[in-house]
């Protein structure tokens, strides 16, 4: 059995006794205390997530840009610097290989722009190899279109810090203020106190207002527990991956290996927003054109569900005793006291107030469609 990859912090998940499991490769924390007083944290206080398992890529040199321009859903050459775009990579059927974050940045040493992206950890890999075998000698060294790439994985920690305090909490520990930071852009920084190098995102992830902070491996551990000790005064509190999950079910946020993979399409996925087709010669592009002018076969919804248990990954959904779609996830919301669950029917049954039924533990329970997301994120002053 191979053995599982840890992040910067698994030392410190330890000291605050988290119960550690396996997640796309990586030892992670799924919770310390109880789901729901985490869940109640990001909600109501400040939290700490670890994401430093996210696979994080620089692309710098002239041609990075035009390069990242031919395989990425979006317009990059629209980037302006600072801002960050939700993504994706498509493959030539116009199949998903990941969703991604990325964001144009400067130097704040040599003023040198670079774009920062942020993949998937189960597809880390794939997306390594994905974006080398891309990058052709003749792109790497034509003159006027060097691109330079890095895989910034292990040299970097990322955690999340969410909740009402979070700004309040972070905002005196950099350089750059970053309460004026608009909703999904990001900055290039350093900290305070001793001068380190810090990247900083805004992007509210799952509703709530949060920033995600990039440092380097060695440091992070040092700055989290330091952290810890400051936000003592607001509540905040170690949150692991079931909790957080549970808030990206309620924004209905799709997730890689759920709601995505190779075989659903943009359309179907319900993230048309992030195609730019036109002009625009990424893989894919033209079956997705094509694509643009027809009804999905398939597409996502979101349900609320009757009965004792949420559904789960896998959970059959039925008409009139007719197997018609499967959830992708599924969850007890504790903001909405519903279960609910996305997943993938036929198109002509996806309209909202659609009577369906979710097979769970071999019994039919009533569902019912609705409009999605289940909880709408909220707006944050910078808006």
């Given amino acids: 059995m191979l053995s599982l990859l840890r992040t910067p912090l698994y030392d410190w998940h330890c000291s605050q006794y988290a119960r550690m499991t396996e997640y796309d490769g990586w030892e992670m924390p799924k919770q310390y205390t109880s789901v729901l007083y985490e869940y109640e944290t990001l909600r109501n206080r400040v939290g700490i997530i670890d994401i430093s398992h996210k696979g994080r890529f620089i692309f710098g040199g002239a041609g990075a840009g035009r390069f990242l321009h031919s395989l990425i859903s979006r317009n990059i050459n629209t980037i302006k610097s600072g801002s960050l775009h939700y993504a994706l990579l498509t493959n030539q059927h116009g199949g998903i290989l990941d969703d991604l974050l990325i964001g144009l940045f400067h130097r704040t040493d040599s003023g040198l722009p670079y774009y920062y992206v942020v993949v998937n950890a189960a597809n880390h890999k794939k997306d390594l190899a994905y974006f080398k075998q891309s990058l052709t000698p003749e792109i790497t060294a034509t003159p006027g279109n060097e691109v330079y790439f890095s895989d910034e994985t292990n040299e970097q920690g990322m955690i999340v810090i969410q909740g009402p305090y979070a700004l309040e909490l972070l905002k005196p520990l950099f350089q750059a203020d970053i309460s004026t930071?608009?909703?999904?852009?990001?900055?290039?920084?350093?900290?305070?106190?001793?001068?380190?190098?810090?990247?900083?995102?805004?992007?509210?992830?799952?509703?709530?207002d949060g920033f995600e902070i990039i440092l380097e491996s060695f440091f992070i551990e040092q700055f989290v527990a330091?952290?810890?000790q400051q936000g003592r005064i607001y509540g905040i509190a170690p949150v692991g991956f079931a909790a957080m999950d549970i808030m990206r079910q309620?924004?209905?946020?799709?997730?890689?290996?759920?709601?995505?993979?190779?075989?659903v399409n943009p359309f179907e996925a319900r993230l048309s927003h992030v195609l730019h087709l036109?002009?625009?010669?990424?893989?894919?592009?033209?079956?997705?054109?094509?694509?643009?002018?027809?009804?999905?076969?398939?597409?996502?919804?979101?349900?609320?569900?009757?009965?004792?248990?949420?559904?789960?990954?896998?959970?059959e959904i039925f008409l009139e005793q007719k197997k018609i779609g499967w959830i992708t996830s599924g969850t007890f919301s504790p903001i909405l006291q519903k279960n609910?669950?996305?997943?993938?029917?036929?198109?002509?049954?996806?309209?909202?107030?659609?009577?369906?039924?979710?097979?769970?533990?071999?019994k039919l329970n009533k569902a019912l469609v609705v409009p999605i997301p289940f909880y709408k994120r909220e707006r944050i002053d910078s808006e």
């Fill in 181 to 208: 930071l608009p909703y999904y852009s990001g900055v290039e920084t350093s900290l305070s106190m001793c001068g380190r190098w810090a990247l900083v995102f805004r992007t509210g992830y799952a509703g709530k």
């Fill in 226 to 228: 330091d952290l810890f």
């Fill in 250 to 263: 309620e924004s209905a946020i799709p997730f890689y290996g759920y709601e995505l993979d190779e075989s």
């Fill in 278 to 315: 036109k002009n625009h010669d990424f893989p894919g592009n033209k079956i997705l054109r094509d694509l643009k002018s027809k009804k999905p076969e398939k597409i996502r919804i979101g349900l609320e569900i009757s009965g004792e248990h949420a559904a789960v990954k896998g959970n």
């Fill in 340 to 362: 609910i669950a996305m997943g993938y029917v036929p198109y002509e049954f996806s309209q909202s107030g659609q009577i369906l039924d979710v097979k769970i533990r071999d």
